[in-house]
């Protein structure tokens, strides 16, 4: 029954009989339990490490592009903003360049293939452009309430005289405001989240609403 499925191992060595001390013959129920067991685990951790990473890409993406903003600016205008995104982008460009240089030197007899570094720079390049096309998420940058906010996720009040304070905390994240800018229209602006001051966000200096559509939820 659905209700009885054991699905972690001490719920297993919990039995009467102790898996891990006998010998279980392949076909029994127990050693499918065991199997089912082990694979649903294997499956948590890699799920775990999977967010793990992406969270902790999402994080620099975010702080990079936040620390591109000089610390005597309020805020970047639409056009600005879209080149540090490509600058970001095209952040390894020397690296791959080098690389590149460095095998066809090695190489100037016979051909040589790409180095698995230089395949991953060229392929991230590629899957980040592809990002940018169809709308590529990142605080927005243009609103001074907004960089006022990023900078205190990067740098809490009061870390100046605790150093236990750190910065980067992604629970933060939540109260920016987040939206999305692509290559094939650079004056739409899509809005992803409100962040901490939904409904209060001013108007641009000409005092007119911001061309943006709110994203389906």
Known sequence: MPGN???????????????TGHKLHPNS???????RVELRTK????????????????????????HAVSDD??????????QILQDYINRDEEEIVELEAERKERSWRKAEGKTKRE????????????????????????????VFLCRQWIRPIGSDKNPRMKGGDPSFLGRLRMIRINSEDKN?????R????????????????????????
């Open 29 to 35: 129920r127990r050693a499918k339990q065991l199997q």
């Open 188 to 192: 739409a602006i899509v809005v992803v």
């Open 43 to 66: 499956k948590l951790d890699l799920q775990g490490k999977v967010q793990r990473t992406a969270e902790i890409k999402r994080v620099d993406r975010h702080l990079h592009f936040i």
């Open 119 to 146: 395949l991953e720079l060229e392929q991230q390049k590629i899957e980040e452009l592809g990002e940018y096309r169809s709308g590529f998420e990142l605080p927005d940058l243009t609103l001074p309430e907004n």
């Open 194 to 217: 409100e962040g901490a001051r939904e409904g209060e966000w001013e108007t641009n200096e000409g005092g007119e609403e911001r061309d943006e559509e709110m994203e389906d939820a």
């Open 5 to 19: 499925r054991i699905k972690t191992m001490k719920a297993l060595q919990s039995r009467k009989s102790n898996v």
């Open 73 to 82: 600016v309020d805020a970047v205008s639409l056009p600005e903003l879209h």
